[in-house]
């Protein structure tokens, strides 16, 4: 069997979570069972997952570096982590950040009385200081949809404050542009139903964790609330996880050749990508990244209306939310509810793996109309 330390990670995508038994298949079946007669090692499913569940959690942990626990949604995962923050908690968030994570933040706040500190993902300082005094730093990096990148060793190996927990949704990111938990970070995040299920046909998270008593506490908690991932999902995503290498490769770049495009476009005001030098977070991007990601996030001159005729207007480009999919997608992030502070022209765009200047065609056509 192969073992993740030995391989290059884009090796082990495609290696890991196989059965690899003389006479097994070499992709684990989809076992839907919710119970297991006695005697075994697995009684029942909401607790100890089916074989593919396992085969998941396998995969994700020797990307990662650490142990997997498998999730259904990137929220069920995100919420494990808030589980058991006692009243009155200090909590460190982005001030970009992922909407959803944002929402369960303040509904703590107004609940249990946490205290909530949202930083700037390059301030390097401030969350250096979350990190000695927060009972829970949560980094997004880079962060949705502004795309700061924030310096990772620097944060997650500063002094800490005793017993708290630091971690990173690293969803944009992927295991093949930053491996938080190298640099010191106690979990990280991953809605598997972005860039790790890469297909736009499944919901999923996970945490991934070094820490025995960590892991054991969350699988606990998912025991509780009823998180784990079903079968068919946990399937697909293992699916998804053999082309991560090369779906990212490509989605990379053209997703840097479309940014120095749009950079150029007479009607486009801002383009937010972190490999264009003008982008805020650029140098820590180069220093901790091992590339630039398929995200850009740009702005259309005019209104919101120009932006939403603009939307209309694409062909190729799917008009939706969500992102990391073989096909491209965008839209206009203000329209999404807890987004509406947001420019109103900020456009949202996955880059997918289309022909890059099939991409940049439709791009160009939907400008034009919608001047
Ligand atoms: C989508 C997303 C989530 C939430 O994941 P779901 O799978 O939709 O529950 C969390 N963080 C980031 C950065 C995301 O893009």
């Not at 929220?75 to 959803?100: E, K, Q, R, S």
Request: charged share 20%; glycine share 10%; hydrophobic share 40%.
């Amino acid at each position: 069997m192969s073992d993740p330390e030995s391989l290059d990670i884009e090796s082990w995508l495609i290696a890991g979570g196989r059965p690899n038994q003389p006479g097994a298949p070499l992709n684990v079946p989809i076992v839907t069972a919710s119970n297991f007669e006695h005697g075994g090692k697995m009684v029942y499913s909401r607790e100890d997952g089916t074989e593919t569940v396992l085969a998941l959690e396998q995969l994700l942990g020797g990307m990662e570096g650490g142990q997997a626990i498998a999730f259904g949604s990137g929220m069920a995962a995100a919420a494990a982590v808030f589980h058991d923050l006692a009243t009155g908690a200090n909590l460190a968030i982005p001030d970009d950040c992922y909407h959803g994570v944002a929402a369960l933040a303040a509904h703590g706040a107004n609940l249990r009385d946490w205290k909530i500190e949202r930083i700037a993902p390059e301030d390097t300082a401030a969350w250096q200081n979350a990190a000695a005094s927060a009972d829970l730093v949560w980094l997004e990096s880079p962060s949705n949809p502004l795309l700061g990148v924030a310096d990772l060793p620097a944060i997650c190996g500063a002094p800490r404050k005793e017993g708290n927990l630091i971690c990173v949704d690293s969803t944009f990111a992927t295991p093949l542009l930053q491996r938080p938990l190298a640099s010191g970070a106690d979990i990280v995040m991953h809605s598997t139903t972005k860039f790790i299920g890469g297909h736009s046909d499944l919901l999923g998270g996970a945490l991934i964790t070094k820490s025995s008593t960590v892991a054991a506490k969350l699988i606990e908690t998912r025991t509780h609330t009823g998180g784990v991932p079903g079968a068919l999902e946990s399937f697909l995503t293992i699916r998804g996880c053999r082309t991560l290498g090369v779906r990212m490769e490509r989605a990379q770049a053209s997703a840097a050749v479309l940014a120095a495009r749009l950079q150029e476009h007479a009607d486009i005001d801002v383009v937010r990508y972190p490999g264009l030098e003008t982008h805020a977070t650029h140098e820590i991007a180069k220093r901790t990244l091992d590339g630039f990601g398929a995200m850009v996030t740009f702005d259309l001159s005019g209104d919101g209306e120009c932006a939403d005729r603009f939307c209309h207007s694409l062909r190729l480009i799917q008009n939706a939310t969500s992102l990391g999919g073989v096909e491209s997608t965008l839209e206009r992030r203000s329209n999404i509810e807890g987004q509406e502070h947001l420019p109103p022209a900020l456009l949202r765009f996955s880059v997918g793996c289309e022909a890059v200047d099939d991409l940049w065609s439709d791009i160009e056509q939907a400008i034009a109309a919608s001047r």
